[in-house]
């Protein structure tokens, strides 16, 4: 597709279980940046990718969340032994080039329920 | 990191007026300023965007000024719809470090029709 597609768009879990969340990022983006957003809130940064490399994971909240990027285009965030507090809309966005001075295009979003 | 700040955070206009969304920033490196719009349930989208090299830029209903010395940028929407109603979104762009948007905390905008 043309633009940044993430799965699942829904998801409910239970408290201590393993989720994965997939970003399939604009074909040729190079820049891959996972955000977080609860309600009534803007984005909230959690990890940023250049190429296959995590350039910065400074937002990550513990180490319960990780991410891959293993080709450099699809990207997995992954979230062990969820909590209620990580239910939120985890958002997608790629960019062209990771040097800044570009638009930054979202996925539609996974709700996460963590329950 | 980026400290960003958006006001109001709620705005509430009747149908035709105009609305002016502010941000202010702190990293005196950022050089590239969008705002993006996001509708209840939806992905936030570019509207509008502007570079350090300029002081204001037109998109037919909506502009963005930057003031760089003072740094603050704004968005301005004149004659408002029902359909502008939405949450606006800041998010400067550094032009160092690990190049990632911090993204304000968002201004509501309600049009009456």
């Known amino acids: 597709g043309a633009g940044v597609s993430q799965t699942p768009s829904n998801k409910v879990t239970e408290k201590g279980k393993y989720v994965e969340l997939r970003c399939d990022p604009i074909s040729g983006h190079t820049a891959l940046y996972w955000y977080r957003q609860s309600l009534g809130q803007g984005p909230e940064f959690l990890i940023y990718f250049q190429g296959t490399g995590a350039a910065d994971d400074s937002g990550l909240p513990n180490d319960r969340f990780f991410a891959v990027r293993p080709e450099g285009s699809v990207s997995t965030l992954k979230i062990q032994r969820t909590e209620r507090g990580d239910s939120a809309v985890y958002l997608c966005?790629?960019?062209?080039?990771?040097?800044?001075?570009?638009?930054?295009?979202f996925g539609q979003g996974t709700r996460l329920t963590v329950v | 990191g980026e400290n960003v700040e958006q006001h109001p955070s709620t705005l509430s206009v009747q149908e035709g007026d105009s609305a002016v969304i502010k941000c202010t920033y702190s990293?005196?490196?950022?050089?590239?300023f969008p705002w993006y719009k996001q509708e209840l349930g939806k992905r936030p989208q570019l509207i509008i965007d502007i570079r350090s090299n300029v002081g204001e830029k037109k998109d037919q209903r909506i502009a963005v000024t930057l003031n760089k010395t003072a740094k603050h940028f704004s968005l301005h929407i004149t004659e408002t719809q029902p359909e502008d109603s939405a949450v606006y979104f800041c998010a400067p762009f550094p032009s160092g470090g690990s190049y990632i948007p911090t993204f304000g905390r968002g201004t509501s905008l309600i049009v009456h029709p």
């Open positions: 966005a790629s960019s062209s080039a990771g040097g800044g001075n570009t638009e930054a295009f």
């Open positions: 990293d005196s490196a950022s050089n590239y």
